[in-house]
């Protein structure tokens, strides 16, 4: 069992940079792939990023391309999502997913594919 715990959350003028962290523990981090989401009021949680095992590939949502960056340290089992040029669009609850899957490179969009999830964090861009 994996757990994750995201953080680095707040309120940022659009324009700003925000870096989230996810923690993990309870399982060898590097078994996994990891996944960023995020969900904003009345809308579907969505696709932003998504980073392999090794950290070698990376995927962006395409709304965030040349603005967010993915990274990760498995020595520290943890995530990274840096967020620069924040616009009010990207206000939404980020959660942060793991897939020990062989086929991510398949599904790494899809939600429903992950099997572990944090709990959160909010993020708020004000125009």
């Known amino acids: 069992q994996v757990q994750l715990v995201e953080s680095g959350g707040g309120l940022v003028q659009a324009g700003g940079s925000l870096r989230l962290s996810c923690a993990a523990s309870?399982?060898?981090?590097?078994?996994?792939?990891m996944g960023w989401f995020r969900q904003a009021p009345g809308k579907e949680r969505e696709f932003v990023g998504a980073?392999?095992?090794?950290?070698?590939?990376?995927y962006y949502e395409d709304s965030v391309k040349g603005r967010f960056t993915i990274s990760r340290d498995n020595r520290k089992s943890t995530v990274y999502l840096q967020m620069s040029s924040l616009k009010p669009e990207d206000t939404a609850v980020y959660y942060c997913a793991a897939d020990g899957e062989n086929n991510w490179y398949k599904t790494y969009m899809n939600k429903n594919e992950y099997d572990y999830w944090g709990q959160g964090t909010q993020v708020t861009v004000s125009s």
């Open positions: 980073i392999s095992w090794s950290g070698r590939s990376i």
């Open positions: 309870g399982g060898t981090f590097s078994s996994y792939a």
